[in-house]
């Protein structure tokens, strides 16, 4: 089968799509696992961090990357509740940049038949990430206001759109209108471009402070983030695509009662079948009663790999990246 391998660690740029032998069917005796012919595989900036070795999950040379997936099941355990041919999509967390790849049964979702198979490859990683951040970890009420960092990128879009359904107002902090029009489609109500001294333009469209930041971008992005917000806020600490691992001063917090939260979704369902299956039950039920929608911002040829987590690197992603496999 095709598939798309990382070989150096030397970033998406050496990045080679190879054939490779299937995922070996020995699988095939055991009760938890689902194979899937896959049709569109997800690209998030952790497959970028492996491609230079800096992702917290370092398989050992050469691996195929690929968090998730969407396609068809291939094989399931017997009296699994999906069948050969079901429309799904999974958490594969290594291997799904393949024609075919395996998943833990626990993270196989059916696909609403609303979505294609590119908004399925595009679903669990950020959808299920922005709503444990929102609900579970910040506890999000309605009306509450809520400022997200690299509002236009996978995460960003959803972190809008689940804190936009969550009834709040949601200002998106972009570096570009191009960035700025891709928030405001995913749910943002406001969007303010990082170049015109963002803090400012917060405070002026919310001067009473605000209940929630998310931020997948850290870096410089933390002090003033605590800064806008209002007594008793809430800051989430998401990622690092800025590159420098934030620091706290802790006298920021005591000055106004605030809470720095971590929300780890990987480090959170691992080991938790229970929590994934109600995460992903809440947010498929979001997608077919609420209008939830991924946003896939664009789409590659599998062969194409390395121009899409270049795409990445470059800042130049909106919405989700998505490889394309039919
Ligand atoms: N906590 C969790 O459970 C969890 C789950 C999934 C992902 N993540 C993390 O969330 C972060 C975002 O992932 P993603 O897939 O959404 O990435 P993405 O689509 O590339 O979006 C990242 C955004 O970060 C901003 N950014 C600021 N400085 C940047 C820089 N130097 N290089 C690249 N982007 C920069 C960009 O927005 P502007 O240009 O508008 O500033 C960009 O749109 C990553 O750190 C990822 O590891 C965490």
Redesign the pocket.
Known sequence: MRAVVIHELSGPESVEVREVDEPDRSHELSDDVVVIDVVAAG????E??QTRGR?QHAPELPFTPGLEVAGTVKWAPPDFHFSVGDEVMAFTNQGGMAQVAVAPAFTVFSKPSVLSFAEGAACI??LH?AY??VHTRARISDGETVVV??????????LCSIASLAGARVIA????EA?AEV?VAAGAHHAVL?DDDWRQCVNDLCPEGVDIVCD????S?LTDSLRTLRAQGRYV???????AVSEVKTNRLLLNNLDVI???????VRNDPAAFRRIGDAVNDLIINAGLRPIVGHRFRLDDAAQALS?????E?????VLELE
Not at 149 to 158: D, F, I, N, Q, V
Not at 237 to 243: F, K, M, P
Not at 262 to 268: E, F, I, R, S
Not at 317 to 321: F, L
């Open positions: 690209v998030s900036f952790p970028l961090l992702y990683l950020n990430t444990f951040a960092h690299g509002a236009a990128g996978g995460l960003g879009t959803a902090v972009v570096s570009s960035k928030a990082t997948p971008v850290g870096g992005r600490v998401l990622g690092y695509t800025e590159g971590g929300a780890g979704w990987g480090a959170y795409l990445l690197e470059n800042r992603a909106m919405g989700k990246v």
